[in-house]
């Protein structure tokens, strides 16, 4: 199980070379502000919850600063209808301690569930009496598109293939992620295992490239092919044993974000092409009282079943009668 953390990175651009008479600083007067993060999954009962403060250092890298700015204490708790849910704070263990020594710390509460289309509000109350609150609102599911999506995969049509669903408003924001399920025997035992499709796997630069996707408005996934043709082969590398494995089908796990989570997608990525620069983009925010992001998304599946003929190609054994 993935834990999601979204952290708001405070970041400074030096500008040079600019031609003006006087000097140009990008520093200004610092006042300490505070960042609530928590994004609820609609498909656990574990959520948790992040609290900060801002932080001043001296000259110009924020990234000199070795102290977590992690706030403890709090008291956070969640309103779903007629209920409050208490959040607990907790550590583990960080993967990357280039900067931080001490474990991660955050909030948790593993007891809470909604339901879909259910209004949300989250109050963080600092040991200063400081007061932090945010509203969400689970998005409602979407309709796959069974006539007009691949229900075999690879196409036999088209360099791609494809699963489409019916969008629920114009601005929501969706992560497509394809997973292929298969059977490996080890030690004569069938062993089930999964691996993700990338969207694309291109030659860029004279170098194979695995592209996977990226959050989108766009209300289809597209995966190339080759990028099918890549994960098949990769299962098996290094391995002459190909009828150990059997192909059992692939499984779209589509992640639908909430209004305040695809505004902040949209914040970060709407405006923006290749050859854009913003030294004057604003954080998202949808906390009263500060800053961060309060949010949810729901996670829903289809799936498709992969080419008996297509899978016997690599030697591998198919599901598929």
């Given at each position: 199980?993935r834990?999601i953390?979204?952290?708001?990175?405070?970041?400074?651009v030096?500008?040079?070379?600019?031609?003006?008479?006087?000097d140009f600083?990008?520093?200004t007067?610092y006042?300490?502000r505070?960042i609530?993060?928590?994004?609820?999954r609609?498909?656990?009962?574990l959520q948790?919850?992040?609290?900060?403060?801002?932080?001043?250092v001296e000259?110009?890298?924020?990234?000199v600063n070795?102290?977590?700015?992690?706030?403890?204490?709090?008291d956070?708790?969640?309103?779903?209808?007629d209920?409050?849910?208490f959040?607990?704070?907790?550590?583990?263990?960080r993967?990357?301690?280039?900067?931080?020594n001490?474990?991660?710390k955050f909030?948790?509460?593993?007891?809470?569930?909604?339901?879909t289309?259910?209004p949300?509000?989250?109050?963080?109350?600092?040991l200063?009496?400081?007061?932090?609150?945010?509203?969400?609102?689970?998005p409602k599911?979407?309709k796959?598109?069974?006539?007009?999506?691949?229900?075999?995969?690879?196409?036999?049509?088209?360099?791609?293939f494809?699963?489409?669903?019916?969008?629920n408003?114009?601005i929501?924001?969706?992560l497509?992620r394809?997973?292929?399920y298969?059977y490996?025997?080890?030690?004569g035992?069938?062993?089930?295992k999964?691996?993700e499709?990338p969207?694309?796997?291109d030659l860029?630069?004279?170098?194979w490239?695995t592209?996977?996707?990226?959050?989108?408005?766009?209300?289809?996934?597209?995966?190339?092919?080759?990028?099918?043709?890549y994960?098949m082969?990769?299962i098996s590398?290094g391995?002459?044993?190909?009828?150990d494995?059997?192909?059992?089908?692939a499984v779209?796990?589509l992640?639908?974000?909430?209004?305040?989570?695809?505004?902040?997608?949209?914040?970060?990525?709407?405006f923006l092409?290749?050859?854009t620069?913003?030294?004057?983009?604003?954080?998202?925010?949808?906390i009263?009282g500060?800053?961060g992001?309060?949010?949810?998304?729901?996670?829903?599946?289809?799936?498709?079943g992969?080419?008996?003929?297509?899978?016997q190609?690599?030697?591998?054994?198919s599901?598929?009668?």
């Amino acid at each position: 199980m993935r834990n999601i953390f979204i952290f708001i990175v405070l970041s400074i651009v030096i500008l040079t070379n600019i031609g003006c008479e006087e000097d140009f600083s990008p520093r200004t007067t610092y006042k300490e502000r505070y960042i609530l993060n928590c994004i609820i999954r609609g498909d656990t009962s574990l959520q948790t919850a992040t609290l900060a403060h801002t932080y001043n250092v001296e000259g110009y890298d924020p990234y000199v600063n070795t102290e977590d700015p992690f706030i403890g204490g709090a008291d956070i708790r969640i309103w779903h209808k007629d209920d409050v849910y208490f959040f607990h704070d907790s550590t583990i263990d960080r993967t990357d301690t280039s900067r931080y020594n001490a474990p991660m710390k955050f909030y948790y509460n593993n007891n809470f569930k909604p339901g879909t289309d259910d209004p949300i509000e989250i109050r963080a109350v600092l040991l200063s009496g400081k007061i932090l609150l945010g509203f969400s609102k689970l998005p409602k599911p979407v309709k796959f598109d069974l006539i007009n999506s691949d229900k075999r995969i690879p196409s036999q049509e088209n360099p791609d293939f494809r699963f489409i669903w019916q969008s629920n408003t114009s601005i929501t924001w969706y992560l497509a992620r394809l997973q292929l399920y298969y059977y490996k025997i080890e030690n004569g035992v069938q062993v089930r295992k999964s691996i993700e499709v990338p969207a694309k796997y291109d030659l860029e630069n004279g170098v194979w490239t695995t592209v996977y996707p990226k959050p989108s408005r766009t209300n289809r996934a597209l995966f190339s092919n080759a990028a099918l043709d890549y994960v098949m082969n990769k299962i098996s590398e290094g391995d002459l044993n190909k009828s150990d494995y059997t192909i059992l089908g692939a499984v779209l796990e589509l992640l639908i974000f909430d209004e305040n989570l695809s505004k902040y997608y949209s914040s970060l990525n709407g405006f923006l092409d290749d050859y854009t620069i913003r030294v004057d983009q604003a954080d998202y925010t949808n906390i009263e009282g500060g800053f961060g992001i309060f949010a949810s998304y729901i996670k829903q599946q289809s799936g498709a079943g992969v080419e008996p003929e297509y899978v016997q190609s690599f030697g591998y054994k198919s599901n598929i009668p």
